[in-house]
């Protein structure tokens, strides 16, 4: 079974300071995407990055940049200038290959940014 | 392009009754799956539907139960509602296999 971890419940970092997020993950599949979402206080879980086990690049888009390390199953999320508006729960989360091409994602338990003015 | 809309926003419920969430995926994506939120135990996925088909489905008891319409919009009903059904219930659509899940807002579901 496909598992991931973040190990830190909270963080808290000064404006614009870079910041970065730790995410690991299990799996036994060859090919398996990773993502991280943003969930502020309102619930919403908003899209920010996804990382394709083949890329050969680590994504980036604008500020968020992901640090993939394939040999230590490693996705970490790096924001850089923070922002207070970055303050939230972000999950690192993981598609689970299964038959069909279904979509089903396992969450990692997330950790809440906190960016102090 | 409207995102992915759930209603409604926040439901009270008691225990015993039946509950159904809806969910409007963004336009032209077919695949969507269902989540619950919860402070214990997470994000944990419900199931998937596309096509009108159930593609997969988590470690939910029967209660929990979905259908997809031929429009793409889906629903969840949750029958003999529990305490412990109190949660964040998410909804995400995709436009196919390799692309990202986007959320709706959820509904706040509380049972007393």
């Known amino acids: 079974a496909q598992k991931i971890t973040q190990t830190q419940p909270g963080m808290f970092v000064q404006e614009k300071e870079a910041v970065t997020l730790d995410c690991t993950y299990d799996?036994?599949?060859?090919?398996?995407?990773l993502f991280w979402y943003k969930q502020p206080s309102s619930g919403e879980m908003i899209f920010l990055i996804y990382?394709?086990?083949?890329?050969?690049q680590n994504a980036t888009e604008g500020r968020y940049s992901l640090n993939f390390q394939k040999a230590r199953k490693s996705a970490n999320l790096v924001i850089s200038a923070s922002q207070l508006g970055d303050s939230a729960m972000y999950f690192c989360?993981?598609?689970?290959?299964?038959?069909?091409?279904?979509?089903?994602?396992?969450f990692g338990q997330g950790t809440r940014l906190t960016i102090n003015p | 392009k409207a995102g992915v809309t759930q209603t409604p926003r926040y439901l009270i419920k008691t225990r015993g009754q039946q509950v159904t969430l809806s969910c409007s995926p963004i336009?032209?994506?077919?695949?969507v799956s269902w989540y619950q939120q919860t402070p214990g135990q997470g994000l944990q996925f419900l199931f998937e539907?596309?096509?009108?088909?159930?593609?997969n489905k988590g470690n939910f008891p029967g209660r929990f139960s979905g259908r997809q319409f031929s429009n793409s919009r889906s629903e969840m009903n949750v029958s003999t509602l529990e305490l412990g059904d109190s949660a964040l219930y998410l909804c995400?659509?995709?436009?196919?296999?390799?692309?990202?899940?986007?959320f709706g807002n959820g509904t706040r579901l509380t049972v007393t």
């Open positions: 995400a659509s995709s436009l196919h296999q390799d692309s990202p899940l986007h």
């Open positions: 799996t036994s599949d060859p090919s398996y995407g």
């Open positions: 990382q394709g086990s083949y890329d050969q």
């Open positions: 989360a993981m598609r689970e290959e299964t038959f069909q091409g279904a979509q089903k994602l396992v």
């Open positions: 336009s032209g994506h077919r695949s």
């Open positions: 539907y596309f096509s009108e088909t159930q593609r």
